[in-house]
């Protein structure tokens, strides 16, 4: 076997390892999955009427109501939805590192990038997992896209795109971490950023200081981008500037998480 294929081999095994700790310990993907749900929920039900009067661009003060916020925010929620697991796998990372498997792994005849490489396919299947079950319970509460398959399918990609840069950047964090509960906390930012971006309400209703910084920041161009695919409304460079962060954060995920790996085998 090439160098390749017992990389990938091990990737596999690795992989498998994941997915049944998952199967184990469900309570933790319920926690991660529930979250987003109940974002959903909230705004939906108990700030939609209100907020979805007021959506500017969207639509006239007094017209909009509940079903037009539905559909301003999902985007923001399936967002929302890869943050969350993407948090543990931080949380997967730190526990390997602190209980002493991976010092086990050392003394195994096995590819060390697959140690890394198990914990990112292993949360792209549970957030894919995460992203149909939110999805449906979107459209049950009055999500209405227009989108076609093309475009679902440009959505998914970019979905899958930015759950990979996040990803490595949650493994490096899970890394970095000195503690499981340190790791729990440290990628909290990416809960955040979507909340202070225009996921929620139109970056135009936000003080001078506040929406220039929303306008910048990572997330915003890949709610835009959601949100026009979704309902056929103008994307402008926001698909571009999308692409470009996910890659960004993606390669910056990845060369941190690979010297920090390699750090610790040196130790």
């Known amino acids: 076997m090439t160098t390749m294929s017992y990389a990938m081999r091990d990737s596999r095994t690795m992989l498998r390892r994941n997915l049944r700790h998952m199967q184990r310990y469900p309570s933790l993907t319920i926690m991660l999955l529930a979250q987003p749900i109940l974002f959903l929920l909230l705004f939906a ?33 399936l967002l929302i939805t890869v943050t969350s697991a993407v948090l543990g796998t931080a949380i997967s990372v730190a526990q390997d590192m602190t209980e002493g498997i991976i010092a086990r792994f050392r003394t195994m005849a096995i590819s060390r990038s697959s140690v890394l490489t198990g914990h990112v396919v292993g949360t792209a299947i549970q957030t894919v997992i995460g992203l149909v079950v ?15 398959v093309g475009e679902w399918l440009a959505v998914a990609g970019l979905l899958l795109l930015l759950t990979v840069a996040l990803t490595w950047l949650s493994v490096a964090m899970g890394l970095a971490a000195k503690s499981v509960e340190t790791a729990s906390n440290t990628p909290m930012i990416f809960m955040l950023l979507p909340l202070v971006g225009s996921g929620f309400v139109p970056i135009d209703s936000m003080p001078g200081w506040l929406s220039a910084f929303a306008e910048y920041q990572p997330f915003t161009p890949v709610v835009e981008t959601m949100r026009g695919l979704l309902f056929g409304t103008e994307i402008g460079n926001s698909g571009w500037l999308a692409v470009g962060w996910c890659v960004l954060l993606g390669a910056l995920g990845y ?13």
């Open 45 to 77: 039900y108990v700030f939609g009427g209100t907020l979805g009067n007021g959506l500017g661009g969207a639509a006239v003060p007094g017209t909009g109501g509940r079903d037009a916020y539905v559909d301003y925010l999902t985007p923001a929620i």
């Open 134 to 148: 939110v999805t449906a319970v979107a459209l049950l509460v009055g999500f209405s896209p227009t989108a076609n």
């Open 255 to 267: 060369a941190w998480s690979k010297s920090l790996f390699a750090k610790e085998r040196i130790r």
